[in-house]
């Protein structure tokens, strides 16, 4: 079956930017359908590969398709540009996600993808920047992007650039201590560039997060280590814009900004989401189909 | 120096450390000039910048000071993400927490991704005495060696030091320095041995013996080099600097030149220096023999450093004996 053409790419259709618009509906409209178009994409890629995460990365398709469609400052086919914004994938295990966000930037041919995880390939489970155009930081063992992040954001703030750094978290990911290392680094240093978005799915590999480590109360712990803390419903497109754009556009920030996006995981396939054991899984041929037609309902 | 009014003169307290170790001026001012030159260095630690001598550095360019805190792992991680923007950072901790708590770090944020980061290790081996195992550093050029496109180097002297911090500046790899406590003897101090990156410095040739030494071993391993060749024993040294890249022809020179090849470090015998010397003379099929001097396999006890050198044979007298041992004489 073919569940993916290259006209899903706005890369292929020669348009000079993605078509980015100021009009909020447009833009919700738009934004709502690259979140559809990352998963179907990752459904794609790891019927490929033949195991991957969809759950982790579709609790987070509305957050990259908003930061990617609506909030960060990027140009077409220049992933090195030196004053762009950057993002880190703390949680890279859902990498097949961002990938056809950033092949719809034109960072690297689409084709590339379909040879997922294949010998030698560039592209695997988690996002390598020595090899992908557009991976601002390598990640995979969680608790590094925090700390990475920080050091881009210092970087750019040293040298007077205009970038942000939004850096995606796990909820399970805030278990390892460098997350709260580059806490309290980042509020010491005032990085007011740096922004973290944890992903609230609520599971990590073994279960409910509450069960495994309990984190909570979340806000309250952000806040009392010097981050501005906010809270949105990480699947909701207008919620997310008009947080991002609170803070990217405050031009009094001091201080490194959390938000928690509460997100429901594997958001779109019904039975991902009642069930944890889809944190790594592949779906046969039949059910495949059954799943991108969910998905396609479900917009 | 005064330490407070009413104290004896031999009082001293944390700052008048730096004033004794004249290997960390050279650290802190070498970074300092290098900025002033117009390098785009940023430098930081781990809450010891009184230990390393840093704060020279960030009473010159406090702008291109970062301080860290506690937090070993964050900062290496945020000296690689610095490094994606164009700056050169450089950031130093004792080389235990460098090599063991940030070890997965250097790896994978740093090595993997060829962030030209340049890594200070420093009180490496057991400088730091009687302060115990967790601040001994004798599995660290092991485990920085087997790294991947990390290069590693051991300076055995503070001139030496400036002159590797310097011929590191244009380094396109990410590079683990390895320095002791700042007070090694002079050894390079007048100058006449340029230092390159991967390029050991051959002191004289022996027959007999080549003792190949590295970092804080060098400057004993010259002092019994001279007391073998007083008694009869024709002995050469290699000061082997660049420990990876290891200068693979200097090894096979001294082995097809020597009976015997005498690796001396400050260091585990597994996996460092000892272990590198091996594998080459090994690999070319020369037959020589290669002992391996160092910390046996254990947990050095605790002591003064000088006491633990002695016990551990570790100064000019104690290689002299496993020498003279090793070439049976």
Same mark, same amino acid.
């Given at each position: ?18 078509? $980015?618009?100021? =009009? ?38 509305? #957050? /990259? ?19 762009? *914004? ?14 056809? %966000? %950033?092949?719809?930037? +034109? ?27 557009? #991976?601002?930081?390598?990640? +995979? ?23 942000? $750094? ?7 990911? /805030? ?8 806490? %309290? ?5 005032? $990085? ?10 609520? =599971? ?21 280590? +010097?981050?501005?803390? =906010? ?8 919620? /997310? ?6 803070? $990217? ?9 959390? #938000? ?8 779109? #396939? ?10 790594? +899984?592949?779906?046969?041929?039949? *059910? ?12 | ?69 506690? !937090? ?73 060696? !087997? &790294? ?39 050894? @390079? ?7 390159? &990156?991967?390029?050991? &410095? ?27 060749? !007083?008694?009869?024993? !024709? ?48 690999? @070319? ?16 006890? &605790? ?27």
């Amino acid at each position: 079956m073919d569940i993916a053409s290259d006209s899903w790419y706005f890369s292929s259709m020669l348009t000079p930017t993605p078509p $980015v618009t100021d =009009h909020d509906d447009e833009l919700v409209d738009l934004i709502s359908e690259r979140a559809l178009f990352a998963r179907l994409e990752t459904v794609r890629l790891i019927s490929i590969a033949k195991t991957g995460h969809y759950a982790s990365g579709f609790s987070c398709a509305e #957050i /990259l398709a908003t930061l990617y469609y609506g909030v960060m400052r990027l140009r077409k086919g220049e992933p090195d540009w030196p004053d762009r *914004d950057r993002f880190l994938f703390g949680k890279g295990h859902a990498a097949a996600t961002l990938y056809p %966000l %950033l092949a719809d930037w +034109g960072f690297f041919d689409p084709a590339e993808l379909d040879e997922y995880t294949r010998l030698g390939n560039a592209f695997g489970d988690h996002p390598d920047m020595t090899r992908i155009p557009g #991976i601002d930081f390598s990640s +995979g063992s969680l608790g590094h992007a925090l700390s990475t992040g920080t050091g881009i954001a210092l970087g750019t703030r040293l040298q007077g650039r205009p970038s942000n $750094v939004f850096v995606l978290l796990g909820d399970g990911e /805030l278990h390892e201590g460098q997350i709260w290392e580059a806490a %309290l680094g980042a509020a010491h240093h005032d $990085v007011a560039n740096l922004i973290a978005i944890v992903d609230r799915n609520d =599971h990590s590999l073994d279960g409910r997060i509450d069960t495994v480590t309990n984190i909570e109360p979340l806000g309250d712990k952000w806040r009392a280590f +010097g981050w501005d803390a =906010h809270e949105v419903d990480g699947h909701d497109v207008r919620a /997310l814009l008009a947080t991002f754009r609170a803070i $990217v556009e405050d031009p009094e920030r001091t201080r490194p900004a959390v #938000i928690i996006a509460n997100t429901v995981k594997g958001k779109g #396939i019904s039975y991902m989401e009642s069930e944890f054991g889809w944190h790594l +899984g592949w779906l046969a041929e039949q *059910d495949e189909i059954n799943a991108i037609e969910e998905l396609r309902n479900n917009r | 120096m005064s330490v407070a009014p009413g104290l004896q003169a031999e009082s001293w307290h944390l700052l008048t450390l730096i004033e004794r170790a004249p290997g960390f001026h050279i650290l802190a001012d070498t970074l300092a000039d290098l900025v002033d030159e117009g390098h785009p260095i940023v430098a930081g630690t781990a809450d010891l910048k009184y230990s390393n001598g840093l704060v020279a550095f960030q009473e010159r360019h406090p702008d291109r000071y970062v301080q860290f805190g506690i !937090s070993e792992q964050h900062m290496v991680s945020t000296a690689a993400g610095l490094a994606t923007t164009g700056l050169q950072p450089y950031v130093a901790t004792f080389a235990s927490f460098m090599a063991y708590l940030a070890c997965e770090q250097i790896r994978t944020d740093i090595a993997y991704t060829k962030q030209p980061v340049r890594l200070i290790g420093h009180h490496a081996g057991i400088t730091l005495g009687f302060y115990g195992t967790s601040h001994h550093a004798t599995e660290d050029l092991a485990i920085t060696r !087997s &790294i991947p496109g990390l290069t590693v180097i051991a300076p055995a002297d503070t001139a030496q030091l400036g002159a590797a911090l310097r011929a590191a500046v244009d380094h396109p790899a990410p590079i683990y320095f390895r320095i002791g406590r700042g007070q090694d003897p002079d050894v @390079y101090a007048d100058g006449t041995h340029p230092f390159t &990156i991967g390029t050991a &410095i051959e002191h004289g040739t022996g027959t007999d013996l080549t003792i190949i030494a590295t970092g804080s071993m060098v400057h004993p391993a010259l002092e019994a080099a001279q007391a073998l060749n !007083s008694g009869g024993i !024709s002995t050469g040294v290699v000061d082997m600097h660049t420990v990876k890249p290891l200068d693979a022809e200097a090894v096979a020179r001294a082995a097809q030149r020597s009976r015997i090849v005498l690796t001396v470090e400050e260091h585990n015998v597994i996996g460092g220096l000892g272990g590198a010397v091996a594998e080459v003379v090994a690999e @070319y099929g020369y037959g020589t023999r290669v002992v391996r001097h160092g910390v046996k396999d254990e947990y050095a006890l &605790i002591g003064p450093p000088t006491h633990l050198y002695r016990h551990y044979k570790l100064d000019a007298a104690g290689i002299e004996e496993v020498a003279r041992t090793a070439v049976g004489s």
